[in-house]
């Protein structure tokens, strides 16, 4: 069955990747020395950071919600899967050539790619996923706390476990979006797109105004945006610190 695209989505969908285009900017521009910002501790740019994560895993939910009321194909979800995993993959590549002590193995791709499996086993837990996706908050909460008393548990801190999060230090890496507590973030989504499909299907599908099209024409290209919007940026810096150096 063809997809039906949900104009409403795609333009939340493409807010994110905009707001995520303005925070990737000013990083780029920090690191060329333009600006001098913190952004590994400062709470303005933390605080965005997670902010715009959490919206692009609502929005993955709510499409996999959409996908699973349009009775999606198996073979759709996994083309579209692949892709993902592919693009993390790359990531990881990438990043290692930049930034090799602190290179991208579980980054918001890496993270996706394996919630969008649990999130799509798990789609007909119906009501539960409002409560197993608090539950995710509340068991990372309390992971130092676990850590403190236990220090047997510290293997979890590894790189080749702390992609479930359950963790008392965060590992040095560019991004990191393990399991806990963002899978809880895509189970909500996942949740009130059911929620939103049974009883209020209209505000999804409600037609956006004009001026809103080019966000909706974002969101349907989020991950191709995603994987070249900052080669592209860092490209045009390092061709202006070129310049400059004539």
């Given amino acids: 069955m063809p997809s039906k695209r949900l104009d409403t989505l795609d333009t939340l969908r493409g807010f994110a990747v905009v707001w995520m285009t303005l925070f990737h900017f000013s990083f780029d521009l920090n690191q060329f020395s333009y600006t001098q910002q913190n952004f590994y501790s400062d709470g303005f740019w933390t605080g965005q950071r997670s902010a715009i994560v ?8 709510l499409g996999q919600a959409v996908a699973v009321q349009q009775a999606q194909s198996l073979q759709r979800f996994w083309r579209r899967w692949l892709q993902v995993a592919g693009c993390a ?4 590549v990438g990043s290692y050539l930049m930034y090799p002590k602190s290179f991208i193995y579980f980054g918001v791709l890496h993270g996706i790619a394996v919630m969008l499996l649990v999130t799509r086993l798990t789609s007909g837990w119906g009501r539960w996923l409002w409560l197993t996706g608090g539950l995710m908050f509340a068991i990372s909460a309390i992971a130092p706390y676990t850590h403190e008393h236990w220090r047997s548990i510290d293997f979890l801190n590894a790189p080749a476990l702390n992609w479930l999060g359950f963790i008392s230090r965060k590992p040095i890496t560019e991004d990191y979006v393990p399991l806990l507590p963002w899978l809880g973030v895509m189970w909500w989504g996942m949740a009130a797109g059911q929620w939103l499909l049974a009883q209020r299907p209209q505000w999804l599908g409600h037609t956006v105004p004009t001026v809103a099209a080019p966000l909706a ?6 991950l191709s945006w995603y994987m070249l ?16 150096a004539l």
């Fill in 217 to 222: 024409w974002l969101g349907r290209w989020s």
């Fill in 54 to 61: 959490s919206l692009f895993l609502f929005c993955a939910g």
């Fill in 89 to 92: 993959v790359l990531v990881t």
């Fill in 229 to 244: 919007h900052q080669p592209v940026l860092i490209g045009a810096l390092i061709a202006l610190a070129a310049l400059k």
